[in-house]
């Protein structure tokens, strides 16, 4: 086979099997390592296939995102150790967003004890999580209700924040990698989150390594446009590898084994 009839035997064989290891292919298609792992490389920089450990599997569409009761189930350690992270950028007097999401909830006990922060958000949990603390301004910006999400989207979100200056905006994300960059599957989250990074001195992406390979319909930013990514070091290594080549600065955090 050629090696565009060869990379299309590769997709079909993923459909099917969803992973495959390196050997496994050299088998089925009677070729070379390398032969394989420049067939992985080629289809991995068109975003159809992401390298795993040994292997290879399909990018995966994420046509909808769990409610965000289920997300804070999910990846408890990782959120928490990327919030300890982000939380040690924030100093005293600044103004901070924080994006709806469950790993930028648990920067909220991180950050009580800051002298003069404005927290501005979109989240009602972290609203209600602050209410108690009279020592921080706490801004929400109004906006139409994602029930899902438990947080404000659309054009009425993207209005108030282009009205607002904040020092760093902590950005949520169902789905990321370096070649469709930042997504969602949700539509009415994209003018919000594109606003935030006009108005937003720095932009930091706080995701877990579990959403890499992922991605929506709808592209919020390529990687390189945020100043930040904090991750967790499950990472895969060849994915890190290609993030950084493109200049993208990564944070990744040990989380508890």
Same mark, same amino acid.
């Given at each position: ?7 299309? !035997?590769?997709? @079909?064989?993923?459909?099917?099997? !969803?992973?495959?290891?390196?050997? =496994? ?7 070379? !390592? ?7 490389? *080629? /289809?991995?920089?068109?975003? @159809? #296939?992401?390298?795993? %450990? ?16 289920? +997300? ?8 928490? $150790?990327? *919030? +300890?992270? $982000?939380?040690?950028?924030?100093? =005293?007097?600044?103004?901070?967003? &924080? ?10 006990? /991180? ?5 003069? &922060?404005? #927290? #501005?958000t979109n989240d009602f949990n972290v609203v209600g999580h602050l209410m108690e603390y009279p020592n921080i301004e706490l801004i929400h910006t109004g906006g139409v209700i994602s029930h899902?999400? !438990? ?11 282009? @009205?607002?200056? #904040? ?24 003018? $919000? @989150?594109?606003? /935030? ?8 992406? %706080?995701?877990?390594? %579990? +959403? ?16 930040l990514i904090i991750s967790d070091d499950r990472l895969n290594k060849a994915a890190v590898e290609e993030i950084r080549e493109q200049d993208v600065r990564? =944070?990744?955090? $040990? %989380? =508890?084994?």
């Open positions: 086979m050629i090696p565009d009839q060869r990379r299309e !035997h590769i997709l @079909k064989l993923l459909q099917e099997r !969803h992973v495959l290891s390196i050997n =496994e292919l050299t088998s089925m298609l009677s070729v070379s !390592h390398m032969t394989v792992r420049r067939d992985i490389q *080629a /289809l991995e920089n068109e975003g @159809k #296939v992401l390298s795993v %450990t040994g292997g290879v599997r399909l990018a995966a569409r994420l046509k909808s995102e769990p409610s965000y009761l289920a +997300k804070a189930q999910l990846e408890v350690p990782a959120k928490r $150790a990327i *919030a +300890k992270a $982000a939380a040690r950028l924030v100093r =005293e007097n600044f103004t901070i967003f &924080l994006d709806a999401g469950t790993s930028t909830l648990q920067m909220v006990p /991180l950050l009580t004890d800051k002298v003069g &922060l404005t #927290v #501005v899902a999400d !438990h947080s404000s989207v659309g054009q009425f979100t993207a209005d108030f924040l282009s @009205k607002v200056n #904040v020092d760093i905006a902590f950005m949520a994300g169902s789905s990321w990698d370096i070649n469709r960059g930042a997504t969602t599957p949700s539509e009415p989250k994209v003018v $919000a @989150k594109q606003q /935030l990074m006009r108005i937003a001195s720095k932009t930091v992406l %706080t995701v877990d390594s %579990t +959403k890499y390979g992922k991605f929506g319909t709808f592209r919020v930013a390529r990687l390189q446009q945020f100043d990564l =944070e990744l955090v $040990a %989380t =508890e084994r």
